[in-house]
Nanobody, 125 residues
Framework: VQLQASGGGLVQAGDSLRLSCAASGRSFSNYAVGWFRQAPGKEREFLSGISWSGRTDYADSVKGRFTISSDNGKNTVYLQIDSLKTGDTAIYYC????????????????????WGQGTQVTVSS
């Protein structure tokens, strides 16, 4: 599956953004999907994951500000980010893995097989 991440941009602290991860040519049925980010000089960080049945998980650092959701009709998974902080500045990536397990949420990057190209989010103070 090919993934296309979009929705990033230059925003101010306190703003909200909704990032999109679109699957080209097929749906996310039977795929676990996750969002990660990588800031300059830092390791890639897990943010949130969603199973193909809709079960979700979040990193403790983003709980309450980030919301993951899916629209199966549009073959798209979203990441809503509220109350953006300058520390959220990073490239945001979505990833997917085919799985027969409907409730499986994956939280580490090596578990994923497919990656989007990333979308830059820059938060100014």
């Amino acid at each position: 599956v090919q993934l296309q991440a979009s929705g990033g941009g230059l925003v101010q602290a306190g703003d909200s953004l909704r990032l999109s991860c679109a699957a080209s040519g097929r749906s996310f049925s039977n795929y676990a999907v996750g969002w990660f980010r990588q800031a300059p000089g830092k390791e890639r960080e897990f943010l949130s994951g969603i199973s193909w049945s809709g079960r979700t998980d979040y990193a403790d650092s983003v709980k309450g500000r980030f919301t993951i959701s899916s629209d199966n009709g549009k073959n798209t998974v979203y990441l809503q980010i509220d109350s953006l902080k300058t520390g959220d500045t990073a490239i945001y990536y979505c990833a997917a893995k085919f799985t027969p397990y409907s409730r499986l949420v994956l939280i580490t990057s090596p578990q994923y097989d497919y990656w989007g190209q990333g979308t830059q989010v820059t938060v100014s103070s």
